[in-house]
């Protein structure tokens, strides 16, 4: 290859790079604080930014992260989320945070962020965490019993949960890379989804239709749907 197809081909790789990744770009100004409609405002990555003469302290300011979600649900565990949709000055800067209640024995169920990774610190009680890898390396389980202080990373997709293994309430907190990290339950999207999916097709793809008749399978899968509908 000449020098100067060289050059080409780098310069080619190198503008590709940016416009194939779908992480939040970084920020190209001091803020972008977002609005709903443009007024005076510029569109920058799926908001647009308030007219930086306007921005003031409370666009950047969240207040409540100390008062704990209510835990009296199923699951018996709260997340409360700071990010864009909630402090737009959030916006562009590929960062969130959220506060973890669980009641005890309560647990944050199966999930993933299709757009951030998770760095979560325990501030109180007991809690069993971990994620699983994908199926190209094996589906392999990580986990860790995490004690106030300690600190647990849940690499960006991964399905991953914790759970309250103390008889006391607990509390974590967790930074996102992302400005809207977004979240998958596992449970909720399979079998909660509007319309739902052939709880035949589901039954087949859980592999119930292995020794029991399949119309029965269907009908565990139906029982599913109607919880999480
Ligand atoms: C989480 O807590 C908030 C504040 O108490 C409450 O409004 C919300 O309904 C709770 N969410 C769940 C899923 O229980
Ligand atoms: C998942 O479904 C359950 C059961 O319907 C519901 O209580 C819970 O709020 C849902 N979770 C989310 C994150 O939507």
Do not use: W
């Amino acid at each position: 290859m000449k020098a100067s197809q060289f050059v080409i081909a780098f310069i080619t790789l190198a503008l590709a790079i940016p416009f194939g990744d779908a992480y939040d770009p970084s920020p190209l100004q001091d803020f972008c604080v977002a609005i709903d409609k443009l007024d005076n405002g510029v569109f920058v990555n799926g908001k647009f930014c308030k007219d930086p003469k306007q921005v003031k302290a409370e666009d950047f300011f969240f207040s409540g992260l100390n008062i704990a979600g209510n835990t009296d649900n199923d699951v018996k565990s709260n997340v409360t989320t700071v990010n864009v949709e909630n402090l737009p000055g959030l916006n562009t800067m590929g960062i969130s945070l959220v506060r973890i209640d669980y009641a005890p024995y309560g647990q944050n169920p199966p999930h993933t962020h299709p757009r951030g990774t998770e760095i979560l610190v325990l501030v109180e009680g007991t809690l069993y965490v971990g994620f699983v890898s994908s199926n190209q390396d094996k589906n392999r389980l990580f986990t860790k019993i995490l004690h106030p202080g300690d600190v647990f990373v849940f690499p960006i997709g991964m399905i991953h949960f914790q759970v309250n293994i103390g008889k006391t309430p607990a509390v974590a907190f967790a930074g996102l890379s992302s400005q809207n990290a977004g979240v998958i339950t596992i449970a909720n999207t399979t079998f909660g989804s509007t319309p739902p999916i052939n709880p035949e097709f589901l039954a087949q793809a859980f592999q119930l239709d292995a020794h029991i008749a399949f119309q029965l399978d269907a009908h565990i899968v139906k029982d599913l749907q109607a919880k999480f509908a």
